[in-house]
């Protein structure tokens, strides 16, 4: 089992919908998460972060997490085209040492349909 | 304030050469880290320095080295560059106050 899943996709939503992007992690005792937007050709980006559990907004994105059910997600409200691009799930598991390594699923691609 | 810096940009190496990644960061960043993507195999960490003077390996470090020169720079050494290592690779830093790490641009390696 990975210990950081995403469904790779890809995931096709028409604009203006709400995309929905899902993480499962392996490790009960990760602390800190992590969605990434990547662009074709560029570097991770940094979206949002979320450490406990419940609903994250900020703008268009709300991170959620579940540490019950070792779940975390992220939804795009009002998809753009310019939102196009692969989103990176990361966890992490403490805050010191090797603890403090970020995780990566293997992303899931999105493509916003105008 | 550049963030994370990377050089080269692009770098094509005949099997058997030799290069540094350089990397440099002006956030203040204690940890830095070392990954490289390949198609369906996601980021994975090569090495990483949790301070200064330290580092430590990560999942495939074998035929990489690395130097934390201080606190800003972090480069990733290739002794015998092979085709395996053809990737893309990424510095990145983490902050001590939100943990949150950035990654610099990238430097895109071919091994022929």
Request: glycine residues 10%; hydrophobic residues 30%; proline residues 4%.
């Amino acid at each position: 089992q990975k210990e950081v899943e995403q469904n790779s996709g890809p995931l096709s939503v028409p604009e203006g919908a709400i995309a929905s992007l899902n993480c499962t992690y392996s490790d009960r005792g990760s602390q800190s998460f992590f969605w990434y937007r990547q662009y074709s050709g560029k570097s991770p980006e940094l979206i949002m972060s979320i450490y406990s559990n419940g609903d994250k907004e900020d703008g268009r994105f709300t991170a959620q997490l579940n540490k019950a059910s070792q779940y975390v997600s992220l939804l795009i409200r009002d998809s753009q085209p310019s939102d196009s691009a692969t989103y990176l799930c990361a966890v992490r598991r403490g805050a010191s040492g090797s603890a403090r390594q970020l995780t990566f699923g293997s992303g899931t691609q999105l493509t916003v349909l105008p | 304030n550049a963030g994370v810096t990377q050089t080269p940009k692009f770098q094509v190496l005949k099997t058997g050469q030799s290069m540094t990644l350089q990397c440099a960061q002006d956030m203040n960043h204690n940890s830095m880290y070392w990954y490289r993507q390949d198609p369906g195999m996601g980021l994975r960490l090569i090495y990483y320095s949790a301070s200064e003077g330290t580092t430590d390996k990560g999942e495939v470090p074998n035929g990489y080295n690395v130097s934390r020169l201080n606190k800003r720079e972090f480069s990733l050494r290739l002794e015998s560059a092979a085709p395996s290592q053809t990737s893309v690779y990424f510095c990145a830093g983490t902050g001590t106050v939100t943990h949150e790490q950035y990654f610099g641009p990238g430097t895109r390696l071919t091994v022929t």
